[in-house]
Structure formats: C-alpha cells, structure tokens
C-alpha cells in the first residue's frame, strides 16, 4: 500500500511539474511561418493584447510629445498610463498562454514606464527621459521581431 501513495504521488507530482512548465514558461505558441514565434490567443485575448500594445504606442507619443515640449509632468502622466497598474486587467488564463520570454518583455517594459514616470518627476530631465524611451522601446522591437499572434479554436 505504501509503495502504491508513492507511486500516485510521484505521477502526481510529474502532472504538477508538467502544468507549471506548460503554464509558466512554455505557453500556447509554435514555430511561425515567418520565423517568429506564434502565440496561439482567442480573438479576445488578442484583442486585449493588441490594445494593450496600442496603449503603449498612445504613452510613448504623448512621452515624445513631453519631452519636446520639456513638459516633464506630461511624460510622467503619459508614461505612468502603460506602467505596472495596467497588467491589472490581463487575466491569468492569458498570462498562462504567453511564454516566459514574452512575459518578461511585458513586465519588463511596464516597468520601465513607470520608472520613466518616476524619474521625469524627480529629475525633470528630458535628455534622460529621451534615453530612457530609447530603451524602453528596444523593449518593443524585440518582441514584435520575436512573436506573432495566430487565432486558436476558441
């Protein structure tokens, strides 16, 4: 009997490992036709990722549009709109679909933008808002040179 709970807690625990792996780092994505890797969405959770990157493209003019003007308030308001409190309306059944490297991407570039809201307030620095857009959006050509999105059977 005991060899038996072990054997059911051993597969057990290979079913647990294989969900975290699929969940966590793997996601719902294959090899694309166009060398990039395609993340298999519904039509809604693509939706919602598409207007999450166009939120970004809206945060990143209005950041330009700050630094040009030296307006340091206006960069920080725009970029605070892409920062970590906008993850907040992506479900977990869609962060379980996305591979790790995307989703570090994500949280990485959601990061930045708050941290280029955080230093336009302390440091009123255009040149170092301009720097740090620059980086910011190599965050941008990186995942849209890696990843496409193809509709799954929903």
């Given amino acids: 009997m005991n060899k038996i709970c072990s054997v059911v ?3 057990l625990l290979l079913v647990i490992a294989g969900g975290v792996y699929k969940f966590i780092f793997q996601g719902s994505a294959s090899a694309g036709t166009d060398g990039r890797l395609a993340i298999h969405l519904t039509t809604g959770e693509r939706d919602l990722v598409l207007t ?5 493209l809206a945060s990143i003019q209005q950041v330009t549009t700050g630094i040009t003007a030296d307006d340091m308030q206006l960069v920080a308001a725009a970029a605070r709109k892409s920062g970590k409190a906008a993850q907040a309306a ?3 059944t869609l962060v379980g679909k996305l591979p790790i490297a995307f989703k570090k991407l994500g949280f990485d570039t959601h990061a ?6 955080l230093d336009a307030e302390e440091f009123g620095d255009s040149d170092h808002a301009l720097l740090q857009l620059s980086t910011l959006m190599e965050n941008c050509v ?3 040179a890696a990843y496409s999105f193809s509709l799954s059977g929903e």
Avoid: N, T
């Fill in 142 to 144: 990186a995942c849209h």
């Fill in 90 to 92: 992506v479900p977990g």
């Fill in 52 to 56: 999450e990157m166009r939120a970004f």
């Fill in 9 to 11: 807690i051993a597969l």
């Fill in 112 to 117: 930045r933008f708050d941290q280029l809201a």
